[in-house]
């Protein structure tokens, strides 16, 4: 058959796969081996990628180490959870009009939303500082949540209008000619149906949400207390020196929240991520 | 719709107990939307148009007062400034041109039948999913000269005769930070490009494979043609956040060493952020942003052109 290969044809397929897999995972197989090894075996040259005494010390250490490590990864959460649930709020509402409603300025208005994601927060940040200021929001969890909430809900619309378009409309006319108001059919009939589109639309947002704190936590929060983990990591180079299997411990520790949701729902979030980009 | 609904009703008065009051749908559908409208108005659009006004003072710590064009006139004169905007573009074409040729490997790899791929496909994604800051953690301890992975590895097959700390040379630490760039950005490219290899028609391969093609003139005449608008999509999407991409140099480099990979994000953020100098950082900012307004028209010129060419003929 055409998809049949030869032994060295799969051979060749397997080398280069495992090429490539080798530069997309080497950071974190050694960023795991790091974390097992202890502090004095790292510091030694030359260079051992193998130890005998590996061991899940710094598991343990790293908590006194940098003793807000545990706040800092709830941090993390919590902010990447509200970012995500405000965004849904504004997200849902403004996908069904772009997946069902005809109006005028359709189009442009989808265009200004999606012309956001050209920006990163890094153009606007001193303005975004500023009205940040105005609104007493410097230095508290908000001040890393509402710009988080305004970059995501451009990709969050346009992921939630593909899966929109996809749901068949009969029931929403049947509810319709039943006399059902808009808002009663959006919320009771379009919704339920809707309901793994914003699952996949949620864990995507969660993920970009949970990924995008470090800069606007640089600069808009100063109080260490509400710093998400990719900010307070940075903690472990501050102290007399880097204590680099801790660092890693944690690093790692800190990715298993997004890592756990992401492996349990990766084979939806693949699909719906590029659902809108490649049409059937 | 409201036209079904009128003849419906027409047809079966009996249906309609209790008519709920109905907006006309545009209204409903401006409603829909005016939340997200007016949240993005306040924290992206309002802000776009303070820094269009920044840009013509000297807003500082101090203060600001208006000196018209004279921060655009500095930036215009200053060869470091030209420098960083020649840098930001070679970072960019550089990056993403890695990023597409992956991309494009690795898209074909998964997509080979072969058994596994299920498994590959999942361990393609985690730079993708997890904070760009802490995968730089990772590569941070990979180009460390002394006890880093890279160096040591490199000594000891022979390529180095001693040390080398990559992030610390201005070629090296450039070059570093474009392969943790591309390691960034290759899952998504990967993703996107398999999707679109997967949505090419099987036929279209058989009647080239009853024909006699080969697999090499399968994927240069049938799959390159067919995932074409993706392709041009991805590398303009993918230019965009490489242009726009902070953190990977700021936590490797801080754009260092002597300014080496200091791009427009990096220098912007340097003298607005770091240096308080917010009016001459505006500036800077609003040249980004026309920058990336071009791209985007060049973008829906390329993409128009493309999808006429290979006559996608879906949408």
Redesign the interface.
Known sequence: M??R?TPWQ?VG??A??AV??T??????V??FM?SLRPLDH????????WSEEFNFGAYSRMWETVPLLGRYILNSVYIAGMVTALTM???I??A???A?????F?SL?LGL?L??????G??????????LRTLGLLNTYWAMI??G???L??TG?WLLRSYLEKIP?EL??AA???????L?TLRRVVLPLAVPGLIVVGVAVF?GA??????FAI?FNQVREYQP???G?FEFIGYQDVT?NE??AA?LT??LP??II??FL?KYL?AG??AG???? | MADIADRASDAAPRAVPRRAVRLPESWFAWALIAPAMIFIGVIVAWPLVETFRLSLTDANLGGESYVGLENYRDLWESSRFAETVGRTFFWMVLSVSLKLILGLAGATLLNAAVPGRALFRILVMPPWVIPIAIGMIGWLWLYNGHFGLLSGVAQQIGLLDGPFEFLAYRNSAFYSAIVADVWVGTPMVTLFFLAAMQGVPKDLYEAAWVDGAGRWYRFRRITIPQIMPVIVSMALLSAIWTFNSFEIIWILTEGGPRGATTTLIIDTYKVAIANFKFGEGAARAVVIVILLALFSLIYLFFLNKVNRHYGSGKE
Do not use: C, H
Request: no cysteine.
């Open positions: 055409m998809d290969y799969l397929i397997y280069a796969m490539f897999l530069f997309i995972l080497l950071p974190f050694e960023m790091v790292l510091r030694s040259t030359p260079y051992r990628f709020i504004f997200v509402p403004a069904y009009a772009y069902r409603l005809q109006f005028p359709k208005s939303f012309g956001v994601n050209m920006f990163t890094a153009v606007l940040l001193i303005p975004l500082y500023r009205v509402v710009p909430v305004a970059f809900i451009p619309i409309r929403e006319e319709y000619v039943d006399g059902a108001s808009r009663y993920i949970y990924a995008q704190q470090f800069l600069t983990l990719p900010a990591l680099w660092m890693m690093s800190g990715v997004v890592m992401f492996l990766q693949v991520l590029t980009a490649v049409k059937e």
